[in-house]
């Protein structure tokens, strides 16, 4: 007893220190405070996963978003400001005399951008105008010729013509001539042979003193006269027969003129001919002074458009040749080609409108399809692909789209080679 009643306070003591020290004891069934439960354990094992299903969530959202927002558009960054660049070359050689251009400078076109030395060809020039006004002069008398040829050719014709005539018609008047001077001769020798034989006739009467001597000088003189009748008419048939003997000589000279008149046609067609000679000299004196000025303006390097120069390569005082690199010319027109892929082009046509962001500027412009290549890059590289059965790897290929600016601000400044991002709105 004294033993259990003296172990009883030492036990109450501790015991009470160490309820004073703890909690109140737990109902029986539930595990003491200093313990972790498995109620209190389970939201914090499942804290992992509502953060990852969240993270997933907000991903599948994200994506419906920009599925929904991209949905009939079509985007690439393979794309780049472009321009129709002009490379300016020398046209004729010669020695730079001055380079009135400045590099990286905007220009107008006809602007002179360089001079070369044109004193030769300012000569050359002077002696094509002259050879040019020596051919019209030559042509011009080719021409006057022809007329006067052809006048001539025709008026010498037809007086031949003429003369033939003429003379034919004056050979058959001697013809008659000579016909009734035969016959005036004939007639005059009768009258010659009818008189003598009256003179022999009244020669034997006044023999026999029947008629007086008055009658038989009568009868003697009309004999004379006859005799002197016939030396007349035959000199008019000799007159006659000479007259008609020129006259055949007249004919045959009328025809040999007639004759040598004929080629009219021959003659003309040798003036013409001239004639179209001396213009085909003025027409090839034409283009050489054409040549020859083309020669002088080139030696005015001038701007074609305008637009900056820039890489300007050329210098006063360099002996320059056909062909020698002046600088390039980029124009104030700059488009942009989009290397889209082949699976994204099915539906892009010409016309089509296209967002456009510049790197550059960090910005959007507007735009439209302009053209679309008629192959892909690889097709038309140096050296094309092929994809064989062999040798078969598909990659998918690029095709050029060529996007035009529609509105493009003055104070923007997009220079070949920049990049852009592009989007074109698709059915």
Do not use: C
């Not at 070359?89 to 070369?116: F, Y």
């Not at 010498?156 to 008659?176: E, I, K, M, P, T």
């Amino acid at each position: 007893m004294d033993t259990a009643s003296a172990n009883t306070p030492r036990d109450n003591g501790a015991s009470g220190k160490d309820s004073s020290a703890s909690s109140p004891a737990a109902p029986a069934g539930e595990p003491g405070p200093g313990v972790l439960s498995p109620a209190a354990d389970k939201p914090s094992s499942k804290r992992p996963f509502v953060i990852v299903g969240a993270i997933i969530l907000a991903g599948v959202i994200a994506l419906v978003v920009y599925k929904v927002r991209s949905r009939g558009k079509e985007s690439t960054d393979d794309a780049q400001v472009e321009a129709d660049v002009v490379l300016l070359s020398v046209r004729t050689s010669g020695l730079v005399v001055a380079v009135p251009a400045r590099d990286d400078s905007d220009v107008k076109q006809g602007d002179l951008l360089a001079q070369i030395d044109d004193v030769e060809a300012a000569a050359r020039l002077k002696q094509a105008e002259a050879e040019l006004e020596q051919a019209k002069a030559q042509a011009t008398h080719a021409e006057v010729d022809e007329q006067i040829v052809a006048a001539s050719a025709t008026g010498g014709r037809a007086a031949a013509q003429a003369l033939v005539s003429q003379s034919s018609y004056d050979v058959r008047g001697a013809a008659s001539a000579i016909e009734s001077a035969t016959v005036e001769v004939a007639r005059a020798e009768a009258d010659a042979r009818s008189a003598d034989v009256d003179l022999a006739r009244y020669k034997a009467l006044r023999t026999d003193n029947v008629v007086p001597q008055s009658k038989l000088d009568e009868v003697q003189l009309a004999a004379e006269r006859a005799q002197a009748a016939v030396a007349v008419a035959r000199a008019a048939l000799a007159t006659a027969q000479e007259r008609r003997h020129a006259l055949d000589a007249q004919v045959m000279e009328a025809q040999g003129r007639l004759t040598q008149a004929a080629p009219v046609e021959t003659q003309l067609a040798a003036a013409r001919a001239d004639t179209a000679f001396q213009r085909a000299r003025v027409d090839a004196a034409a283009a050489a002074v054409t040549l020859a000025r083309a020669q002088l303006d080139a030696t005015r390097v001038v701007a074609p458009i305008a637009g900056r120069l820039t890489n300007l390569s050329l210098h006063a005082g360099v002996l320059a040749a056909v062909g020698t690199p002046v600088g390039l010319l980029v124009p104030p027109a700059p488009y942009v080609v989009a290397n889209y892929k082949e699976t994204q082009v099915g539906g892009m046509r010409p016309g089509q409108k296209v967002t456009i962001d510049v790197d550059a500027y960090a910005r959007s412009f507007d735009g439209v399809v302009e053209s679309i290549a008629g192959g892909t890059q690889g097709r038309f590289s140096l050296l094309p692909s092929d994809n064989a059965a062999t040798n078969f790897v598909k990659v998918v290929q690029r095709i050029p789209v060529t996007i035009r600016f529609t509105a493009l601000p003055p104070d923007v400044l997009l220079l070949p080679g920049m990049s852009v991002d592009v989007t074109v709105s698709v059915p």
